[in-house]
Structure formats: structure tokens, C-alpha cells
């Protein structure tokens, strides 16, 4: 079955603009999560979706939102782009509880 | 609230040494346990994982044991190829459903 998709692969972004992330999860997972990897901070969350609605949310400012679709499929938006946005974006899908995420290959966000 | 500590990378092995890498965490109740690895310019991917105390987890060689009395969940293998090359993650999800990663560990092998 398809994996997680994540799109686009790469992005290069201007500083103060903004910009959409886009995540299809496995079929049938109704839980999509995303994460940013920097080699600094390592995996930070962001924030969870299931069904719809903001379950768990991390420590980023209201600069960072997403959401999610009735279809599962979630996008995160990062308005007024800031040099350290500049990160791999993960989303990850789950069954729920107890099951481990799945991961997408990640969108390679750059800001200059 | 919940964390997860993993041992210092990186960890540099010959080939077919044996791997441990440590992996404890703070958290109430029963949490799940994962370990996720992650190769170079890739998304993470599921390793093994295990739901309850003294369950074992295990894949592709790698080995893990929930041990609730240590509150560990140490990553083993008993001989390395240089294609295991990657950085391991061990991560818990708690009974909220919330997920939190260690900081990763760097394992090289060199042939």
C-alpha cells in the first residue's frame, strides 16, 4: 500500500513570506502528526490531528498551524518565515493508540 | 512530563560488533515503547516497538525489552553490518496519546 506522501520534497522560501506543507496519510490512519528536524533541536512536535480535530500540540508560535481534512489528509501552514524556520518538516500517520508512526520522506524547507 | 533520554552518539562499531544502544524514560502509567531509525536524507521509519512491560520487541536482527522496573528500553543487535549505518530514536507514546523522541544516536560501522 502507498506510504506516507509528503509534498513538496524541497522548498526554498524568502523570509517573511509563507508557505503550505502538504501530508496524505496510509489509508485508513486517521491520526497525522508533524514534526520539525533541525540538527540543533532535533525532532520537535508541532502538533497532532485526528479526525479532524487538534489533539496535542507543541511548544511553536501561532505562526505554526495545520489542519485536517475529512479525506485524513493534513497540511501545516508557517506564515511570515523567519531564517530559523529553515528545517525537515516529518509528517507521520498512525493507526492510534499503541501503534507506531509511519513517516513521509519529509519536505526540505529553506529560507533565505 | 514524559521524556526520553538515549545514550550520547556518536557510536562508531566494526562490523559484526555487538550494539547496545541505552535508551531509559519518565512517564506515569504503562506508555508504549518504539525505536525508529532513520538513514541519511530519509523520513524515519519504524524499528520495533512494544506495548507493554517485559514485552520484546524485535526486527530486521535489532532487539528491545520494556522494562518497566529500569524504565528502559535499550536497543541491541548482536552483530552489526555497515548497513545498519543510521540514526536510532527511541520514543514513547503515552496513554494521552502523546509521542516523545529522544534525541537520537549516530551509530557509524565501518567495515
Known amino acids: 500500500k502507498a506510504g506516507v506522501t509528503q509534498t513538496p520534497r524541497y522548498l526554498i522560501k524568502t523570509r517573511g513570506q509563507q508557505v503550505t506543507l502538504s501530508c496524505s496519510p496510509i489509508?485508513?490512519?486517521?491520526?497525522v502528526s508533524w514534526y520539525q528536524q533541525t540538527p540543533g533541536q532535533g525532532l520537535q512536535f508541532l502538533f497532532e490531528?485526528?479526525?479532524?480535530?487538534?489533539?496535542n500540540k507543541g511548544n511553536f508560535p501561532g505562526r505554526f498551524s495545520g489542519r485536517q481534512f475529512s479525506n485524513s489528509r493534513s497540511e501545516m501552514n508557517v506564515s511570515t518565515l523567519e531564517l530559523g524556520d529553515s528545517a525537515l518538516y516529518l509528517c507521520?500517520?498512525?493507526?492510534?493508540?499503541?501503534?507506531?508512526?509511519?513517516f513521509g520522506s519529509g519536505t526540505r524547507l529553506t529560507v533565505v | 512530563g514524559n521524556s526520553v533520554t538515549q545514550m550520547e552518539g556518536p557510536v562508531t562499531l566494526s562490523e559484526e560488533a555487538f550494539l547496545t544502544i541505552n535508551c531509559t524514560y519518565t512517564?506515569?502509567?504503562?506508555?508504549?515503547l518504539f525505536w525508529y531509525v532513520q538513514y541519511p536524507g530519509e523520513g524515519l521509519q519504524l524499528l520495533l516497538k512494544?506495548?507493554?512491560?517485559?514485552d520484546k520487541g524485535s526486527n530486521k536482527g535489532f532487539e528491545a525489552t520494556y522494562r518497566k522496573e529500569t524504565t528502559s528500553f535499550h536497543l541491541e543487535k548482536g552483530s552489526v553490518q555497515v548497513s545498519d549505518s543510521a540514526v536510532y530514536f527511541c520514543?514513547?507514546?503515552?496513554?494521552?496519546?502523546?509521542?516523545?523522541f529522544g534525541t537520537g544516536t549516530k551509530l557509524q560501522v565501518i567495515p
Open positions: 507521520a500517520s498512525s493507526l492510534g493508540s499503541g501503534s507506531g508512526y509511519t
Open positions: 489509508s485508513g490512519h486517521r491520526s
Open positions: 490531528y485526528f479526525s479532524e480535530t487538534q489533539r
Open positions: 512517564a506515569t502509567g504503562y506508555p508504549s
Open positions: 512494544a506495548t507493554k512491560a517485559d
Open positions: 520514543a514513547l507514546r503515552s496513554e494521552n496519546q502523546k509521542v516523545t
